[in-house]
C-alpha cells in the first residue's frame, strides 16, 4: 500500500478527530455553538458558557482523548500478541479485573483519589490478563480466538457480579463508586485527566516501540527470530504496554468495551497490517469514537445522560456478530 | 428396583408400567432424582428456620403442618418466597438442559445465549411506560422469543456451530443490555430504579401470585415435557442418524427450543435475571447421572436446589443487606462457565 494513501488516511481521521472534538465541546444539555465555542477556548472570561467549558466540557474531552487512545491501541495490542481478531480489553476479562482492582482499592485500602486508583487498576488489569491467558492456553485447543473469548466473558461476568456484590454490601464504597460511575467521562476534575496522561504517553511510546517487533511476530515466532527479533521481549513489552493502557483507561473512565474491539480491524482495512499505522490511525480514531459516543449518550434521552460504555457497547456487538460470522476467524 | 414385570435386558434400566402406561426406568437417574430431591427438602427446611428469627428444623416441620408457635414466621413470611424460588428454579433448569440438549453444547443456557437479556428489555419497557403490571409477563415472554430467534437466525451458517452460536448470544446479550441501560437512563426515576433492581434477579417480595404464574404453563406443558425426554434422545443423535429413523430433527429441535425460551422467559419475568441457574443445573445432573445429555427430571430438581441454596445465602451471608440472588449465581456460575471451558473437549 502506498504511502501517500496511507498519509491521506492519517490526515482525514486527523480531521475528523477535530471535528468530534469540537462537537464534544459545544454539545450537552447546554448547547454552546462551535464558533462561540473557538472563540471561548481562545479568551475565557466570565460567561457561562465559559465556565462549563472549562469545568467540564474540557476535563471530560482531555479524558475522552486519552481513554480512547489508550483503549484502541490497548486493542490493537491484544489483537497482535493472541493472533485473535476478538480481543479487546473488555471481552479478554483485563478491563473487568481492572475495576475489582479499583474497588479493591477503594474497600479494602480506603483510597480516595484517583493516583492511588491507577495502580490498583493495572495491577487487576495484569492478573485478570494473566489469568484468561493462562486458563484459555490450557484447554484442549489452546488459546484460540473463541476460547480466549468465552473464557474472558466468563471471567467478566464473575469479576462484574463479586464488584456488585461489593457495592450492594458496603454503602461507604458504593458512594465513592457510583461517583467514578463505571464507562462514563462526566464528572471528572481536569487532575485525572493530568494524572492519566503520563501512563497512556508511555503506554504508547511502548506500543510503538514494538510495533516492528509485532510485525516480525504475525508471520510466525520462528521468522520473527530469523529476523533477529527476540520474540520473548517483543511479547512482554507489548504485554506491559496493553495492560497499563487498559488499566489506567479503566482506572479514569470504568470498563469501557470496543473501542479496542472494532478500532484495529478498521484501521488495518484502512491502511494495511503494518502495526505502525495500524497504531497511529487507531490513536486517531480511538479517541473519535469515544468521544462520538459520548456525544450520542449526551443527546439521546435528554436531560438525562447514557454512559459512553454503553453506546459503545451497541455500536460494537453488531460488529463483533459480524466478525463472528465470519468462517476464516472462528472455525471452532 | 423390582418391579414385577420382566425386566429389559440393558444394565442400569428397568421397565415398570402402571396400567397401560410403561416407562423405561434408569437406575442411576432414579437414585440421583431421589438424592437431589431429599437435599432441596433439607435446603428449604434450613431456608425457613434461617432469617432475623431462628426457628429450628423440628420446629420448621412443625410449623409447616399448621402447629406450635412459629406458624405465621414459618408458612406466611418464608415460605411463598422460597416457593417462588423453588418454581424459578425448575424451570431454568428445565430450559437450560432443553437448550443444551438440543444445541448439543453444554455452554448453552438462557442468559449465555440472550433470553435473559431480551426478557430483561421488554420488561424495562414495560416498567418506564404506562403499561400496566399486568403486561410485564407477556412482554418479557415475547421479548426472550426474539432475543433467541435472532441468535439464532444470526450464528446460522451451514448449520449451528456451538462456540459461534455461543458468542453471538453473548454479542445479542452485550447489544440489549445496553438498549435496557438506555431506557433505564430515559425513564423516570422511580421506574429506572425499580427496572434496575428488578434486573438484578431477586425474588423478595415475591408470593404465591408469581408462583401461580409459573406454575400454572409448567403444568399445561407437562405433557410436552414428557414427550420431551424421549424426543431428546433422538435429537442427541448425529442428524443424519436421527433422519434415517425417520425423525423430522429441524422440526423437533425448532419445538423443543421454543419449549426451553418459554419457560426460561416465563421464570425470568417474575423474578428478573437469575445467572447460570440454568447452564449449572443442567451440566450437574448430566455429570451426576453420567448420561450424554442433560436429564430434564434432574435439571429440574438440581435448579431448584440451587436456586434455593443461592437465594439463602443471598438472604442471610451479609444480613441486614440482602443481596440479589441473581448477583450470588452470577458470582458463582463464573468460575464454573470457566471451570467447564477448561476440561471441555471442543
Excluded at chain 2, 426460561?264 to 441457574?277: C, K, M, T, Y
Aim: glycine content about 12%.
Amino acid at each position: 500500500m502506498r504511502t501517500n494513501r496511507r498519509l491521506a488516511v492519517l490526515a482525514g481521521s486527523a480531521v475528523l478527530l477535530a471535528a468530534t472534538v469540537l462537537l464534544s465541546l459545544a454539545a450537552g444539555s447546554r448547547g454552546i455553538a462551535p464558533g462561540h465555542v473557538l472563540q471561548v477556548l481562545l479568551r475565557p472570561d466570565d460567561s457561562d458558557a465559559s465556565a462549563i467549558l472549562w469545568s467540564l466540557r474540557v476535563p471530560r474531552t482531555i479524558i475522552g482523548i486519552a481513554v480512547g487512545a489508550g483503549l484502541a491501541t490497548a486493542g490493537v495490542l491484544m489483537q497482535a500478541l493472541t493472533r485473535n481478531p476478538l480481543a479487546d480489553p473488555r471481552i479478554m476479562g483485563v478491563s473487568s479485573g481492572a475495576s475489582l482492582g479499583v474497588v479493591a482499592a477503594i474497600n479494602i485500602f480506603g483510597m480516595t483519589t484517583l493516583p492511588g486508583y491507577i495502580w490498583f487498576g493495572v495491577a487487576g488489569a495484569a492478573l485478570a490478563g494473566t489469568f484468561v491467558y493462562a486458563l484459555a492456553a490450557r484447554t484442549r485447543d489452546g488459546a484460540s480466538p473463541v476460547t480466549l473469548a468465552l473464557a474472558g466473558t466468563a471471567l467478566d461476568a464473575s469479576l462484574t457480579g463479586v464488584v456488585i456484590g461489593v457495592l450492594t454490601v458496603n454503602v461507604k464504597t458504593f458512594d465513592q463508586y457510583r461517583f467514578w460511575a463505571v464507562g462514563s467521562l462526566s464528572g471528572r476534575p481536569i487532575e485525572v485527566a493530568l494524572w492519566v496522561l503520563p501512563f497512556m504517553v508511555s503506554g504508547i511510546v511502548l506500543a510503538f516501540g514494538v510495533a516492528g517487533g509485532l510485525d516480525a511476530i504475525a508471520l510466525g515466532d520462528d521468522v520473527a527470530r530469523g529476523l533477529g527479533r527476540n520474540v520473548g521481549r517483543v511479547r512482554l513489552t507489548a504485554a506491559v504496554a496493553a495492560i497499563v493502557l487498559t488499566g489506567a483507561a479503566v482506572a479514569a473512565a470504568g470498563p469501557i468495551g470496543f473501542v479496542g474491539l472494532a478500532l484495529p480491524h478498521l484501521a488495518r482495512g484502512l491502511v494495511g497490517a503494518h502495526h505502525r499505522w495500524v497504531m497511529a490511525v487507531s490513536l486517531l480514531l480511538g479517541p473519535t469514537l469515544l468521544l462520538g459516543a459520548d456525544v450520542i449518550g449526551r443527546v439521546v434521552v435528554p436531560p438525562a445522560e447514557v454512559r459512553a460504555g454503553i453506546i459503545t457497547a451497541l455500536v460494537g456487538a453488531p460488529f463483533l456478530i459480524l466478525l463472528v460470522r465470519r468462517g476464516r476467524t472462528v472455525t471452532a | 428396583m423390582k418391579t414385577g414385570v420382566p425386566s429389559y435386558p440393558v444394565a442400569g434400566r428397568v421397565v415398570a408400567s402402571a396400567g397401560p402406561l410403561t416407562f423405561v426406568l434408569r437406575r442411576r437417574a432414579a437414585a440421583v432424582f431421589l438424592l437431589l430431591l431429599a437435599l432441596t427438602a433439607v435446603a428449604v427446611v434450613l431456608s425457613l428456620g434461617v432469617g432475623s428469627t431462628f426457628v429450628a428444623p423440628a420446629d420448621v416441620v412443625r410449623a409447616l403442618a399448621g402447629d406450635g408457635p412459629f406458624t405465621v414466621v414459618v408458612q406466611d413470611l418464608r415460605l411463598p418466597r422460597i416457593v417462588v424460588a423453588l418454581t424459578v428454579g425448575t424451570l431454568l433448569g428445565l430450559s437450560g438442559a432443553l437448550l443444551q440438549a438440543i444445541s448439543r453444547n453444554p455452554l448453552a443456557s438462557p442468559d449465555v445465549i440472550g433470553v435473559s437479556q431480551g426478557a430483561g428489555f421488554a420488561a424495562t419497557v414495560v416498567m418506564s411506560t404506562d403499561l400496566g403490571a399486568a403486561w410485564l409477563g407477556p412482554f418479557a415472554l415475547l421479548g426472550g422469543l426474539a432475543a433467541a430467534t435472532l441468535v439464532f437466525t444470526l450464528s446460522w451458517r451451514y448449520g449451528l456451530a456451538a462456540r459461534r452460536f455461543v458468542l453471538c448470544g453473548i454479542a445479542v446479550a452485550l447489544a440489549t443490555k445496553a438498549l435496557t441501560e438506555i431506557f433505564i437512563v430515559g425513564a423516570d426515576a422511580i421506574d429506572g430504579q425499580r427496572a434496575q433492581i428488578w434486573l438484578a434477579g431477586s425474588v423478595a417480595g415475591t408470593g404465591y401470585p408469581e408462583a401461580r404464574i409459573l406454575l400454572i404453563p409448567l403444568l399445561v406443558l407437562l405433557p410436552v415435557l414428557l414427550w420431551a425426554g424421549r424426543a431428546m434422545d433422538t435429537t442427541a443423535l448425529d442428524d443424519g442418524v436421527a433422519r434415517g429413523l425417520g425423525v423430522r430433527v429441524t422440526q423437533r429441535r425448532l419445538l423443543l427450543g421454543v419449549v426451553a425460551v418459554v419457560l426460561a422467559a416465563l421464570a425470568i419475568s417474575q423474578a428478573g435475571a437469575v445467572d447460570f441457574v440454568a447452564l449449572a443445573a443442567a451440566q450437574l445432573a448430566r455429570r451426576l447421572v453420567r448420561a450424554g445429555r442433560p436429564p430434564l427430571a434432574c435439571s429440574a430438581v438440581a435448579g431448584a436446589l440451587l436456586t434455593v441454596v443461592a437465594d439463602l445465602i443471598a438472604r442471610t451471608a451479609f444480613a441486614p443487606v440482602q443481596l440479589p440472588v441473581g448477583v450470588l449465581t452470577a458470582v458463582l456460575g463464573g468460575p464454573y462457565l470457566l471451570w467447564l471451558l477448561v476440561r471441555r473437549t471442543p
